[in-house]
Nanobody
Framework: QVQLVESGGGLVQAGGSLRLSCAAS????????MGWFRQAPGKERESVAA????????YYVDSVKGRFTISRDNAKNTVYLQMDSLKPEDTAVYYC?????????????????WGQGTPVTVSS
């Protein structure tokens, strides 16, 4: 069982930055691939970024490449999402998720545990 708690969301102006954190409980955090997803009002939840259990590989959707950076610290049981050059279209609730087994990092259905989400609002 893994419990995930996100933090760091808030209101920021376009062009600004935020750093999201996701703290995980449990001793097996380093066994899980981790992903960040987001869901804007009226839209489906979509993948944003992901990283392998060791953090040696990272994946991004095209819309955030070059602006967002995912990282993890297995000693602290935490995964981060650094978001720079934010745009109004980045406004959404951001969720972190943990994935134990193989399968696409971009697919919601491959993740086993989810956090409660943290809202991000980017004003123009």
């Amino acid at each position: 069982q893994v419990q995930l708690v996100e933090s760091g969301g808030g209101l920021v102006q376009a062009g600004g930055s935020l750093r999201l954190s996701c703290a995980a409980s449990g001793r097996t955090f380093s066994s899980y691939g981790m992903g960040w997803f987001r869901q804007a009002p009226g839209k489906e939840r979509e993948s944003v970024a992901a990283t392998t259990s060791s953090g040696d590989r990272t994946y991004y959707v095209d819309s955030v490449k070059g602006r967002f950076t995912i990282s993890r610290d297995n000693a602290k049981n935490t995964v981060y999402l650094q978001m720079d050059s934010l745009k109004p279209e980045d406004t959404a609730v951001y969720y972190c998720a943990a994935k134990r087994y193989s399968g696409s990092y971009f697919s919601n259905g491959n993740y086993d545990y989810w956090g409660q989400g943290t809202p991000v609002t980017v004003s123009s």
